[in-house]
């Protein structure tokens, strides 16, 4: 799906410029860490619960259609100097995720190379698309995706300490969900500064994705997709209830929208781009 391009405005960009200066001088000062020496690798236990390793196989999959995710949403983005740079942290961030948790499978032996090389050739032939086509739906739809990500790690992380306990998983899921947390914020603020700049076009927005959000990326893109959401959702890392409670309402108290804004309007009226 190809989505529309962002229309520019100068006001918009110089916001997004600052917010990303913040964002980048934050991430340096406080949230850089290193995979080689951050991690107590010695500590991985080769006797946690398997069904643990099985979920994070399937976020270590998601995070390998890191090629897709930038490449596609670049071009929307292109016109804005804050987001495109925001982006290309982004990607090195991500790029970090899937490296630390296949690292992880492999150093505590829940996956072989075999395996890990199995997974690849899978994510290298499917193709994740923009699941929305209309820039500010993608900005939201980032928005919730980072947050439901960050309550998914966070959870696998409890899950972790509860089923045998990993020092070296738990310490890597805490570095990994302050990441997405820190992503959540910036994308929270771009939704910010739209709904400022277009409330009536931001809530329909934000009605089109956040009242039928799903975590596409496992059901689309990883074989035997029905069992591994049925895993995640047995653990109660994710499941409709914590996106309600954890995701939904977090994100319209801290946009102050009130639940009456997301009602969904019938007959809905028809999106108008952003201008
Ligand atoms: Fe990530
Ligand atoms: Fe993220």
């Known amino acids: 799906m190809a989505a529309s391009p962002i229309p520019s405005d100068p006001d918009l960009e110089r916001s997004f410029w600052r917010l990303y200066r913040d ?24 006797n946690l619960d398997p069904c643990v390793a099985d979920v994070v196989e399937s976020f270590c999959g998601v ?22 740079w925001f982006y290309a942290n982004w990607g090195y961030e991500e790029s970090k995720h899937s490296l630390v948790l296949g690292d992880w499978l492999l150093r505590s032996g829940q996956r072989t190379d075999e395996q890990m090389a199995d997974l690849e050739k899978m994510v290298f032939q499917g193709e994740w698309n923009l699941p929305h ?31 045998g306990g990993d020092p070296a998983l738990e310490k890597l899921l805490t570095l990994v969900a302050v990441d997405e947390k820190a992503h959540f914020t910036f994308f ?51 499941n409709e209830d914590l996106y309600y409670r954890e995701v939904y309402l977090p994100i319209l108290e801290a946009l102050g929208v009130s639940r009456n804004e997301m009602r969904n309007r019938l007959p809905s009226r028809k999106t108008e781009p952003v201008a």
């Open 63 to 84: 995070e390998l259609y890191l090629p897709d995710y930038t490449s596609k949403i670049l071009p929307v983005v292109r016109s804005s100097r804050g987001r495109t």
């Open 133 to 163: 086509d209309n820039h500010l739906g993608m900005l939201v739809y980032a928005m919730t995706q980072e947050l439901a990500t960050w309550l998914n790690y966070r959870n696998l992380r409890r899950r972790a300490e509860e089923r």
């Open 23 to 46: 964002f980048f001088d934050q991430a340096e000062r406080r949230r850089r860490w290193s995979i080689r020496d951050d991690i107590p690798w010695e500590n991985c236990n080769p």
């Open 188 to 238: 929270k603020d771009c939704v910010e500064l739209y709904l400022k700049f277009d409330r009536p076009a931001t809530l329909e927005q934000m009605r089109g994705v956040m009242n039928n959000f799903a975590m596409q990326a496992i059901h689309d893109l990883l074989t035997d997709s029905r069992q591994r959401v049925a895993q995640v959702k047995a653990l109660e890392i994710f």
